[in-house]
């Protein structure tokens, strides 16, 4: 079998590294952790798999509303990727996050409170943070290659991708594909306050849903029994470890600290939790399906 070595690197990111299969891609998710926008020197043993797994199963779900990239799990992924791994097609990317809100905060609730308005979509009066909307919204923002994404509104939008009507369907696919797994996780006790999507168009010019799909990287899981508006909640991902780095008085900037073994451990657990909760089944099925070993080394 090919080994990663093997394979001419595209890119590779804070967590993600990208290779070349020619007509395809291999996607890698790494056990690496960064907050402020920093990667920690510390991993996350089983981070890479979770945030795969998950992906993998939610493709499997939501294939109905909207084509995927997906292709497999197991044929062309070598056996150090196993589990982290995914062959995919390649797509032409479009240059906007699609980015729908069904609960006001984080960057949001932020707008909110300045402008009564989040992306130009005016919003009730009174809301308190973390309050669910009367209806989801779609809020969309620039793909930075420098610093930090900008939100905008569905017109910016429509400019940066050059075909209105491509626009308009972005956002009904992707409002349709927050609605979907907003309501499976209501059933496993879990809040979907917001998520993001990166979409493509395939060779045949379609649209196309890519990269890392309602992973608690790409997704604020709030648990439901300990929901309350009016302030942050718990959440089901870095939250452990972005909580501990801002308390160590570190000055975001590189390099970040390293991880103490107690927030690893919490932050495994918390990623793991989300996995088991969502697809209902152990982890343990995931590794054994894609023929992974759990990972406890750095990566």
């Known amino acids: 079998m090919t080994a990663l070595s093997d394979l001419p690197l595209l890119t590779s990111g ?3 590294e990208i ?11 790494s056990d690496r952790i960064s907050t402020y926008d920093v990667v920690h020197p510390t991993p996350i043993p089983d981070k890479g798999a979770v945030l795969t797994g998950l992906t993998a199963f939610w493709l499997e779900q939501t294939k109905q509303i909207v084509p995927n990239h997906f292709i497999s799990v197991t044929d062309g992924v070598p056996e150090e990727a196993r589990g982290r791994g ?4 390649k797509l ?4 906007v996050e699609a980015i729908v809100r069904g609960y006001i905060t984080g960057s949001g609730w932020k707008d909110y409170q300045a402008t009564g308005k989040v992306s130009g979509i005016q919003l009730p009066s009174g809301l308190k943070e973390s309050e669910q909307l009367p209806e989801p919204i779609f809020t969309p923002s620039t793909k930075a290659d420098v610093g930090h994404d900008e939100t905008i509104d569905l017109n910016r939008a429509g400019e940066l991708i050059g075909d209105g009507q491509l626009t308009e369907k972005l956002r009904q696919v992707s409002v349709e594909l927050y609605k979907f797994a907003a309501a499976h996780a209501k059933q496993r006790g879990i809040i979907l306050a917001d998520t993001k999507f990166e979409f493509g168009l395939d060779a045949d010019g379609a649209l196309t849903l890519g990269d890392e799909v309602f992973t608690p990287d790409s997704s604020r ?3 439901a029994d300990d929901y309350a508006p009016g302030r942050g909640q718990a959440s089901f991902d870095k939250q452990i470890t972005r909580d501990w780095a801002t308390s160590t008085g570190w000055d975001k900037q590189p390099p970040a600290p390293a991880i103490p073994d107690d927030v690893v451990a919490k932050t495994r ?3 793991i939790e989300a996995y088991e909760r969502i697809t209902g089944e152990p982890f343990s099925a995931w590794l054994e399906r894609t023929g992974a070993q759990p990972n406890t080394g750095a990566s």
């Open 221 to 223: 899981f709030w648990p």
């Open 86 to 89: 995914m062959v995919v097609k």
């Open 14 to 16: 804070k967590v993600r």
């Open 269 to 271: 657990a918390k990623y």
């Open 92 to 95: 032409k990317m479009l240059p």
């Open 19 to 29: 290779y070349d299969l020619d007509d395809r891609l291999l996607l890698v998710v």
